[in-house]
């Protein structure tokens, strides 16, 4: 992943933000949205665009995007900031391998306690028969 060429990829959006504050809300842009175009990336590997389709799928939209907002602070440079760090996180959570598939089966030892326990039940049920004198 080359976070340099990620960056300059990045389209930034801005709008105002939602929520209480009075006339500021009203007239500053600090809420930030950053769209990653996840398939169209020269930063990431074929290999890591797989990964995080695998990972984050449900986060990437129709066009294969990836967006991150963030409008918690009144200051528009923070919440960039802010927006910034947390689409660096979800890549670098995103492009870590997939886990191995493992062979399915029974633990050795559940199968040796289930023979064992058929053995026991097998032995009080020979146990039921005539007694010879």
Same mark, same amino acid.
């Given at each position: 992943m080359n976070w340099d060429i990620i960056?300059?990829?990045l389209e930034l959006r801005t709008s105002r933000s939602s929520g209480a504050g009075g006339q500021h809300v009203n007239k500053?842009?600090?809420?930030?949205?950053?769209?990653?175009?996840?398939?169209?990336? @020269?930063? &990431?590997? #074929?290999?890591e665009r797989d990964n995080i389709r695998f990972h984050l799928g449900n986060r990437l939209d129709g066009q294969g995007r990836l967006s991150v907002t963030d409008q918690s602070d009144?200051?528009?440079h923070t919440n960039r900031k802010r927006a910034l760090d947390h689409l660096r @996180?979800? &890549?670098? #959570?995103?492009i870590r391998n997939p886990p191995k598939?493992?062979?399915?089966g029974a633990f050795k030892a559940n199968s040796?306690?289930?023979?064992?326990?058929?053995?026991?039940?097998g032995e009080i049920k020979a146990g039921r028969g005539k007694i010879d004198f």
């Open positions: 960056e300059r990829e500053t842009e600090s809420r930030v949205e950053l769209v990653l175009d996840v398939e169209a990336s @020269q930063g &990431l590997s #074929r290999r009144r200051s528009q @996180q979800l &890549l670098e #959570r995103g598939k493992r062979k399915a040796r306690k289930r023979l064992a326990s058929k053995k026991r039940r």
